[in-house]
């Protein structure tokens, strides 16, 4: 044998003693480590077993399970999905949900290269005006489940991972301030924004059917009845009925996105104007539900069903019991004067103020005079006591307030133009109807914007609104906060 084939003999013996040596090592760690494991986990009574990946020795990547095997629902993927920083392997839950929904709502929503994502923790059903492969019901309850597990089970190692999109670079007030320097960013500073009015207040959804409409078949008037002699003719009467039609009014959000705010922002800037599109949506549907005078493309809002010959198609209208030139002032008498335009049908039942919340302070904080006029000194003179549960909630007389400022202070009366409203009603009879899904389509393709390294991002969404009775609600308007 050769010198040179004895060295390369030599070297082969010393690389394979290296290489069992270093798996001798790797053994004995992980063996260490799964011992160590097992005993941390001894007389814990929550221990249900150690985490499978760390008994393989393999190091914790992430803090949950990924993609397909996740028992939530994640918009983060379906967020990065749409721009496609991820493929289908990577969203599997996310893209099986769309196809589901597509295939419910059917038209032309299953022929679009877009991606559904439902538009609340409580996916709506309705089997009359949907298709259904038999399965509907319980995959969306399924679905609901993971939405909520999606918020309490979060991965933030994978989150991070996600984000790698955004708006834009320059100037500051476009996005610029969301391309990191050296060191990451914090959390986003969100947008403080008026909360919700009948989302709270429990109104009444629906879902469209596949032609977008609903119409509901109502009575609008009762017939008469009389006394009659013996042998005279019974007058004739007939009750009157029509119906309450709601027709799909499209919403739309449309926003901007440049590629080097996705390939640089940290955090994710996209991710922030999908929450804003949804956010700014919901609340411009909220208040045109309130205040909108309604056409064939925007919704009709409840303040404005007043003037009808009918008059169980308007709204019930409360002057309150001080009038002023330029407003009144809402007393202590109004709360019940309110409840006593209700009719017999609802006034039993549960209803809620609805009012701005300086509104609110002032009636609340209202004293009556102690010692000398005006004093306002001493007693409280609004009962806004709580029913005695322990989640902190306004009333009057025993009857919740929902505050918000989605109700306007803009009311004309005379030479005042700032003036607030009171509503109160039983609110399931406001109804709601929507095609159930917000619609969140990314556009890359814009002639100029493809030139110019931009992309669109566009949300859709179509819902309508209306009253089952009108008179289930009470007005007290032009109304001075103080």
């Known amino acids: 044998m050769s010198i040179k084939d004895r060295i390369d003999k030599l070297k082969d013996k010393v690389t394979a003693v290296r290489d069992e040596r270093a798996e001798s090592a790797e053994t004995y760690r992980a063996k260490s480590f799964n011992d160590k494991a097992k005993d941390e986990a001894k007389g814990n009574p929550n221990y249900k077993g150690i985490n499978p990946s760390l008994l393989a020795g393999q190091p914790h990547v992430t803090t949950g399970p990924v993609c397909r095997d996740s028992q939530g629902?994640?918009?983060?993927?379906?967020?990065?999905?749409?721009?496609?920083?991820?493929?289908?392997?990577?969203?599997?839950?996310?893209?099986?949900?769309?196809?589901?929904?597509?295939?419910?709502?059917?038209n032309v929503?299953?022929?679009?290269?877009?991606?559904?994502?439902?538009?609340?923790?409580?996916?709506?059903?309705?089997?009359?005006?949907?298709?259904?492969?038999g399965n509907g019901r319980s995959f969306l309850k399924e679905l609901g489940q993971k939405l909520h597990a999606s918020v309490e089970k979060s991965d933030p190692d994978e989150a991070e991972w996600l984000?790698?999109?955004?708006?834009?670079?320059?100037?500051?007030?476009?996005?610029?301030?969301?391309?990191?320097?050296?060191?990451?960013?914090?959390?986003?500073?969100?947008?403080?924004?008026?909360?919700?009015?009948?989302?709270?207040?429990?109104?009444?959804?629906m879902t469209f059917g596949q032609n977008g409409a609903v119409s509901v078949p109502r009575q609008t008037g009762p017939a008469t009845a009389y006394f009659v002699g013996e042998g005279q003719t019974i007058t004739p009467s007939e009750l009157t009925t029509g119906?309450?039609?709601?027709?799909?009014k499209?919403?739309?959000?449309?926003?901007?996105?440049?590629?080097?705010?996705?390939?640089?922002?940290?955090?994710?800037?996209?991710?922030?104007?999908?929450?804003?599109?949804?956010?700014?949506?919901?609340?411009?549907?909220?208040?045109?539900?309130?205040?909108?005078?309604?056409?064939t493309t925007s919704i009709k809002g409840l303040l404005n069903y007043v003037g009808d010959s009918n008059t169980y198609l308007n709204i019930n209208i409360h002057i309150a019991k001080t009038v002023g030139g330029n407003g009144d002032t809402f007393q202590p008498e109004d709360v019940l004067g309110m409840w006593g335009t209700m009719p017999?049908?609802?006034?039993?039942?549960?209803?809620?103020?609805?009012?701005?919340?300086?509104?609110?302070?002032?009636?609340?904080?209202r004293r009556s005079d102690a010692v000398t006029a005006s004093d306002s000194a001493g007693?409280?003179?609004?009962?806004?006591?709580?029913?005695?549960?322990?989640?902190?909630?306004?009333?009057?007389?025993?009857?919740?307030?929902?505050?918000?400022?989605?109700?306007?202070?803009?009311?004309?009366?005379?030479?005042?133009?700032?003036?607030n409203y009171v509503l109160?009603?039983?609110?399931?009879?406001?109804?709601?109807?929507?095609?159930?899904?917000?619609?969140?389509?990314?556009n890359p393709f814009g002639q100029t914007d493809f030139a110019n390294g931009v992309v669109r991002l566009r949300s859709l969404q179509f819902i309508d609104a209306g009253p089952r009775t009108p008179n289930s609600f009470t007005l007290c308007d032009d109304l001075l906060a103080s």
Not at 425 to 442: F, K, S
């Open 250 to 295: 499209k919403l739309a959000v449309i926003t901007s996105l440049t590629v080097e705010g996705m390939n640089f922002s940290n955090p994710s800037l996209e991710a922030l104007a999908r929450r804003d599109m949804a956010a700014v949506g919901a609340l411009r549907a909220d208040q045109a539900m309130l205040e909108d005078p309604g056409s």
């Open 379 to 419: 007693l409280f003179v609004f009962n806004t006591m709580s029913r005695g549960n322990d989640e902190f909630k306004k009333f009057l007389n025993g009857y919740e307030v929902i505050v918000s400022r989605q109700c306007s202070a803009n009311r004309v009366k005379s030479s005042a133009t700032n003036l």
């Open 243 to 248: 119906q309450l039609e709601l027709r799909a």
């Open 73 to 106: 629902y994640s918009f983060l993927r379906a967020a990065a999905f749409c721009d496609r920083a991820i493929g289908s392997e990577e969203c599997k839950e996310e893209v099986e949900v769309s196809n589901r929904l597509k295939s419910f709502y059917g």
């Open 424 to 442: 109160l009603g039983h609110m399931p009879d406001w109804m709601i109807a929507r095609y159930g899904v917000m619609e969140l389509t990314m």
């Open 163 to 205: 984000r790698k999109k955004s708006l834009g670079t320059f100037p500051a007030t476009s996005g610029g301030t969301f391309i990191p320097p050296p060191t990451l960013l914090s959390d986003v500073i969100e947008l403080q924004r008026n909360r919700e009015v009948f989302a709270r207040a429990g109104a009444t959804e």
């Open 109 to 133: 929503m299953e022929k679009r290269n877009s991606m559904l994502v439902v538009a609340s923790a409580n996916p709506m059903y309705h089997g009359e005006h949907v298709r259904d492969d």
């Open 344 to 365: 017999d049908a609802v006034n039993d039942k549960e209803l809620k103020f609805i009012m701005r919340p300086n509104l609110f302070a002032a009636i609340a904080n």
